[in-house]
């Protein structure tokens, strides 16, 4: 599956953002997905998961309640809805998926195996 990242921007202090990851290829319901970010100097860090069905889902603790992440498998595109943002949310924002057999939801950036190219999300103060 190759994705594609959409929908970063420039938002202030507060602001809501939709980020969007479209997914090429066949079966992408059976791939369990994920949302990661790297701010300026850091390592890549994990956001929100999501699990085949879309029923199950994981989210760092510095996203909770601010975020939610969910897909639509009819339309092959993952979502991450982000609230309440703040300057500290800014980062490159990378959608990732793996293949999966069950229902599983991972947060471990090793488990990914497809990879977006990224989009700039800036939020300023």
Request: aromatic share 12%; glycine share 12%.
């Amino acid at each position: 599956v190759q994705l594609q990242a959409l929908g970063g921007g420039l938002v202030q202090t507060g602001g809501s953002l939709r980020l969007s990851c479209a997914a090429t290829g066949r079966h992408f319901d059976n791939y369990a997905m994920g949302w990661f970010r790297q701010a300026p100097g850091k390592e890549r860090a994990f956001v929100a998961g999501i699990n085949r069905s879309g029923l199950n889902s994981k989210y760092a603790d510095f996203v909770k309640g601010r975020f939610t992440i969910s897909r639509d498998n009819h339309e092959n595109t993952l979502y991450l809805q982000m609230n309440r943002l703040e300057p500290e949310d800014t980062a490159v924002y990378y959608c990732a998926a793996t293949w999966d057999h069950g229902r599983a939801v991972y947060s471990g950036e090793n488990t990914y195996n497809n990879w977006g190219q990224g989009t700039l999300v800036t939020v300023s103060s």
